[in-house]
C-alpha cells in the first residue's frame, strides 16, 4: 500500500464537489484540484525533484499554493513551508540548511533570491504569484500534463519540514512524516465532526501547521471546502462568515472581530465551530465570544513537531482556559522536570507526548533530536502545564520562560491568569529579567481597556499570589509584541527590558 498523504487525503471527496474557493476566482472542484495538483507534481519532476528532495516555498498565499503544497506531495517531494514575512538574510539560513532542489518565491524576489540561491547550490528558482495567475512555475504547470502517478512513499518517509521559531540559537527543521500529518487529519476530522457539507472559512497563513496541516488536511480528510482569504481581515471574514460553518483562528481574530459592530448570533448562525489556537486564549473572549455569538470557542493544543495533542471536546464541555484532553492515540505525560517522574493530578510540570503524530525528527540535529527525547519514546515538549481531575490539561508555559527568582520558580501564565482577571487589565505577559538581588525580577507588561495604575493592580494580586511571584515591575504598555500567529515574543520583551533593573532605569513603572 502507498504511504503517500495524497492518498490517504483526496479520495474523500465526489469529483464535482467544490475543494476550494477564492475571492475572484471560481471554485476548484476536486476533479480540478486533482488535474493541477498532477500539473504541479509534473512541473517539478520536470525541474528534476526526486523522492526526498526539498522543494522551499515562500509564497503568498492562495489556493493555487495549496495545489502547489498538493503537487509536492504527489511527486514525493518534502515541502518546506517558509514566513512570508522573513527577509532576504533569514532566508539565507533556510535555503543552507534545508538544501532544496526548487526555491519558490514571490516574482517581485526574484531579483533578490535568485543570486543567493545560486550561491547556495540550490538548481532552480521559479515564481508565484498570489490571487492572480501570474509566476513562472505557473506558466510551467500550465504546459503539464494533467495526469501523474502518485509517487510511492512509505508512511515513515518526510512529508513535511516545518521551521520552529528558533527564538534560542538556530530555527530547528521539524520532519514530519506521511504517517504522522495523515493520522493527526484524520483523529481531527473525526473529533471534530466534520463532514463532506462543511465549509471552513480560511484566514490563516499557509506557513504554519494551524493554516496548513490542520485546516487544509482536516478539510482534505473530509471532503469538504475551503473558503480562501488571502489573509486575515476583520472586514472579510465578517462578510464570508454566513458562507461557512467551520472558522479556525487564533486569539487575536476573535478579539478583534469581537470589536465588530455586525458580530452576533444573526451572523454566525450557519457555523457550527469555532477553533483557536496557536496562542492561549483569554477566558473573557471565551466569555464575550459566547455572549455574543452564542457559540463556544474550542481551544485546541499543538506544536509544529506533533500537529494537535489535545482539544476540546467537540460535544462535551469546552472548559475555557485548558486546551481540553488529549487526542485518541495520543498519551501526555506531566513530568518533574528534574528527575522525570510523573507528578500527581493537579501538580504542574513538564509535558511529555507519545503518539503517531510525534515527528520523526530535526533535520540534520541528530543531537538535538536525541535529547528531546526519552528512551521511552515520549517528546519532551518544552511546555509546562497540569491536568486537572476530569483529565483537562492546561498549558502554564514554555519552560524556557520561567522565573527564578530568589531561588523560587515563578510560571508566568499562573501570573498572567491572575492579572487578566483584573479590572481594567485587557492581556498581559509575565516574564523575567536581571535583577541586582534576586537574580530574575519578575516583571510584567500589561495592556490596559482605559485608564490604568499599576499599584492597585499589585494590591489585588498581593491577596490572590505569593509574595515571591508578584511582578517587581508592572508596566503599561500600548500593545504587546506578536508573531505572524499571535504568539506573544517574550523573547523581545526580555530584551527591550532587560536593563529594567539596572541604577538609573526609569520606565513608566510602580516597584513592589
Known amino acids: 500500500m502507498n504511504g503517500n498523504l495524497y492518498e490517504r487525503l483526496c479520495g474523500q471527496a465526489a469529483a464535482d464537489r467544490p475543494f476550494a474557493r477564492q475571492a475572484g476566482r471560481g471554485a476548484i472542484s476536486y476533479a480540478a484540484m486533482d488535474l493541477r495538483s498532477a500539473q504541479y507534481a509534473n512541473a517539478l519532476l520536470d525541474l528534476g525533484v526526486q523522492p526526498g528532495d526539498r522543494v522551499l516555498v515562500q509564497a503568498e498565499k492562495s489556493a493555487e499554493a495549496i495545489l502547489l503544497y498538493l503537487g509536492c506531495l504527489r511527486c514525493g517531494a518534502v515541502y518546506v513551508p517558509l514566513n512570508t514575512a522573513y527577509t532576504s538574510a533569514e532566508l539565507e539560513y533556510y535555503i ?34 498570489g490571487a492572480e495567475h501570474a509566476g513562472s512555475l505557473l506558466e510551467r504547470a500550465d504546459l503539464c500534463d494533467t495526469r501523474c502517478p502518485n509517487a510511492e512513499r512509505d508512511a515513515t518517509e518526510v512529508a513535511a519540514i516545518i521551521y520552529t521559531s528558533g527564538t534560542t540559537g538556530r530555527a530547528k527543521g521539524a520532519m514530519l512524516t506521511h504517517a504522522n500529518l495523515a493520522a493527526n487529519a484524520f483523529a481531527l476530522k473525526a473529533g471534530w465532526r466534520f463532514t463532506p457539507q462543511d465549509v471552513l472559512l480560511h484566514a490563516l497563513p499557509l506557513f504554519h501547521i494551524h493554516g496548513l496541516f490542520v485546516a487544509v488536511n482536516v478539510t482534505l480528510a473530509a471532503g469538504a471546502s475551503l473558503l480562501v482569504l488571502p489573509a486575515f481581515e476583520v472586514e472579510s471574514v465578517v462578510q464570508n462568515l454566513p458562507a461557512a460553518s467551520v472558522y479556525m483562528g487564533v486569539p487575536t481574530h476573535y478579539v478583534r472581530l469581537l470589536q465588530h459592530r455586525r458580530l452576533d448570533r444573526g451572523l454566525t448562525a450557519n457555523v457550527r465551530l469555532f477553533v483557536s489556537g496557536s496562542a492561549p486564549l483569554l477566558p473573557d473572549t471565551h466569555a464575550e465570544w459566547l455572549s455574543r455569538t452564542g457559540h463556544s470557542i474550542l481551544e485546541r493544543y499543538g506544536m509544529s513537531e506533533t500537529g494537535i495533542i489535545a482539544s476540546n471536546p467537540y460535544g462535551g464541555e469546552r472548559i475555557a482556559g485548558t486546551v481540553g484532553l488529549p487526542l485518541p492515540g495520543v498519551a501526555v505525560r506531566v513530568v518533574d522536570p528534574d528527575n522525570g517522574a510523573p507528578v500527581p493530578v493537579g501538580q504542574t510540570g513538564m509535558l511529555e507526548v507519545k503518539g503517531p503524530n510525534v515527528f520523526a525528527g530535526y533535520w540534520r540535529m541528530p543531537d538535538r533530536t536525541q535529547a528531546e527525547f526519552r528512551a521511552d519514546g515520549y517528546f519532551v515538549t518544552g511546555d509546562v502545564g497540569r491536568f486537572d481531575a476530569r483529565g483537562y490539561l492546561s498549558i502554564v508555559g514554555r519552560s524556557k520562560d520561567l522565573v527564578i527568582t530568589g531561588g523560587f ?104
Open 409 to 512: 520558580n515563578v510560571y508566568p501564565r499562573e501570573v498572567e491568569a491572575e492579572l487578566d482577571a483584573l479590572a481594567g487589565v485587557a492581556e498581559s505577559a509575565v516574564f523575567g529579567v536581571p535583577h541586582p538581588d534576586f537574580g530574575e525580577g519578575v516583571t510584567a507588561v500589561v495592556v490596559a481597556r482605559g485608564p490604568l495604575a499599576a499599584e492597585p493592580l499589585l494590591a489585588q494580586l498581593r491577596q490572590r499570589l505569593a509574595g515571591y511571584k508578584i511582578p517587581k515591575r508592572i508596566l503599561v504598555v500600548a500593545e504587546l509584541p506578536r508573531n505572524s500567529m499571535g504568539k506573544v515574543q517574550k523573547s523581545a520583551l526580555r530584551e527591550q527590558y532587560a536593563d529594567l533593573y539596572q541604577p538609573a532605569s526609569g520606565p513608566r513603572s510602580v516597584p513592589t
Open 96 to 129: 543552507g540548511d534545508a538544501q532544496p532542489r526548487v526555491v519558490v518565491c514571490k516574482p517581485a524576489r526574484m531579483g533578490a533570491v535568485l543570486p543567493q540561491a545560486r550561491r547556495l547550490g540550490v538548481a532552480h528558482v521559479v515564481t508565484m504569484g
